[in-house]
């Protein structure tokens, strides 16, 4: 259950990934249309009829999320022909949705639905008026469709019926199930609306306290992979408002941009975005101190390990090259973390910052910063202070704390902390391309031989930065230290699951290693 759960948390990253170029294009939309900063930008001019079709166009991902993420989520969870079965899904998601608008159309005021367009809890898909299931319906009705699609793509059917293989036949078993869920949803989604209601009330009222500890959850998950649900219902689902806060954020962009008043009292909810607080300042303080601490004729190795994996965590919000790096010899110090950065997050909050902080320095600059900079200013002063304050205080806290109890940190003399250079990577690349077993395929071909050969590997998907592997025989697996030496920040061995810590480059790593394995 915990491998099918990690799945599905590394499938949302596919869509997810669109959002930072969307989110960039809206910022500048909207502070290409700000007279502060350009006063040309009247009303009926050219200049403003331009800037809102960008606008128009860069909320276009946000605006239809739940498609995206129905038909974005079979990328990642097709055992095979992942093509096919993004077209199947797309074909089911919409059918459950024109089956809700149908039953509701006729049935609506017996279920306790006014079935009209603007009404609280209905929404717009693909032209469809039905029932605003939003994220978790978007899961649902896309894993169902990935099931049938894994069970009934490769089913060989009779000369006579081949024309009815493969996704057709996804989309004819499909169809009843589809036709279930939604009479389902119909019977018992606005009952589950009005207890989703009742939390966003909730979350909103607890203030400061929500933040906290909202925050210290998204982090401390991390090692579990299951993070992904903590963070998935309240940015991009119904638990803290309508259509999730990213969403709501980015359609209102313009309303809190225009608007003086503290983003605190137009927006509370945005105070759970404040994770990005700690990708963006606190790894910042966590390089500099694992640079520090690390022995002098190591620091040059150190450092160019810590730059780019620091890079990537401030740029992107995408923190696991670094946190992984210290996570598993020193639990407590991402414990640690975890609090720091709940901390900073709260402090914040006080001092009235709220948006969408969620990733990284990119989307901090272009969908707060730039759009609501004329009028919001001191407050992202105010925040920039508090940031890097808690940047000295992580640096001072872990130089401390890895000095003090002689943590085997990157560079510390550690042979399972060892990282390597690129000198190293080049050179075992150069060795595995004289191997037998490993030809053509670099990096992928060693992580397939490492892992046991293509037959030893039962399951293989990905997130952001890791690699996620089930295997049959987990005593074939290589030491962690192989995978380092071919690219690897590091590995996590549960039993016959294991996770293999790559970086941004994990996606084409997985479709090489796909590929070889088919082959």
């Keep these: 259950m915990k491998d099918m759960i990690q ?103 017996e279920l306790g639905v006014n079935y009209v367009e603007g009404e609280r809890g209905l929404t717009d898909v693909g032209g469809i008026l039905t029932l605003d299931t939003n994220l978790l319906g978007a899961i649902v009705i896309a894993s169902l469709s990935v099931w049938v699609h894994n069970r009934f793509f490769d089913k060989k059917l009779p000369n006579w019926a081949a024309v009815f293989g493969g996704t057709p036949l996804v989309v004819i078993v499909s169809f009843p199930i589809m036709v279930l869920m939604a009479i389902i949803t119909c019977f018992t989604w606005p009952s589950i609306q009005h207890g989703i209601n009742n939390l966003q009330t909730f979350l909103v009222g607890a203030g400061s306290f929500g933040v906290w500890m909202f925050t210290f959850l998204e982090r401390i998950m991390i090692p579990t992979g299951l993070h992904h649900f903590v963070y998935g219902p309240v940015f991009y689902g119904p638990v803290a408002v309508d259509g999730g806060t990213v969403a709501h954020w980015i359609q209102n962009i313009q309303n809190f941009a225009s608007n003086p008043a503290p983003l605190t009292e137009q927006f509370p909810q945005g105070g759970l975005m404040l994770t990005g607080m700690g990708k963006v300042f606190g790894c910042t303080g966590i390089a500099m101190a694992l640079y520090a601490t690390a022995k002098p004729e190591n620091k040059k190795m150190v450092l160019g390990l810590v730059l780019g994996a620091a890079l990537t965590a401030i740029l992107t919000g995408i923190t696991e090259p670094i946190e992984f790096t210290f996570l598993f010899i020193a639990p407590a110090l991402f414990a640690l973390h975890a609090v720091l950065a709940a901390t900073m997050a709260t402090i914040a909050y006080w001092f009235g910052v709220s948006g969408n902080f969620q ?25 920039v202070l508090i940031g890097l304050s808690f940047t000295a205080i992580y640096f001072v806290v872990f130089r401390a704390l890895i000095l003090k109890f002689d943590i085997p ?102 479709e090489e290693m796909t590929q070889l394995t088919r082959a």
């Excluded at 350009?38 to 860069?58: C, D, H, R, Y």
């Excluded at 390597?420 to 030809?439: E, F, H, I, P, W």
């Design 359 to 383: 990733t990284g320095l990119i989307d901090f600059i272009f969908q707060n910063w730039l759009p609501l900079g004329s009028l919001h200013g001191t407050t992202y002063i105010a925040q």
């Design 7 to 109: 799945r599905f948390g590394a499938a949302m990253f596919v869509p997810v990934l669109l959002f930072p170029a969307a989110g960039m294009l809206l910022g500048l939309s909207v502070m290409l249309l700000n007279q502060d900063l350009f006063p040309w930008a009247v009303e009926g001019s050219a200049w403003v009829k331009v800037s809102t079709i960008l606008l128009q166009a860069s909320l276009a991902v946000f605006k239809n999320m739940a498609l995206v993420f129905a038909v974005g989520l079979p990328i990642a969870l097709a055992k095979s022909a992942s093509g096919r079965a993004v077209l199947a899904t797309l074909v089911s998601y919409i059918t459950f949705n024109y089956v809700i608008g149908g039953i509701l159309q006729f049935w609506g005021p």
């Design 409 to 510: 940190t990157p560079g510390r003399g550690s042979t399972e902390a060892k990282l390597y250079t690129k000198a190293d990577y080049k050179g075992a690349q150069q060795k595995s391309d004289s191997s037998s077993d490993v030809t053509d395929g670099g990096q992928a071909s060693a992580f397939i031989e490492g892992l046991g050969g293509k037959d030893n590997i039962a399951l293989l998907t990905n997130c952001a930065t890791r690699l996620r592997i089930k295997v049959h025989e987990p005593e074939k697996v290589a030491e962690t230290q192989y995978f380092q030496a071919h690219g690897a920040v590091n590995m996590v061995r549960n039993g016959d699951s294991f996770q293999i810590i790559v970086g941004l480059t994990v996606p084409q790593v997985r």
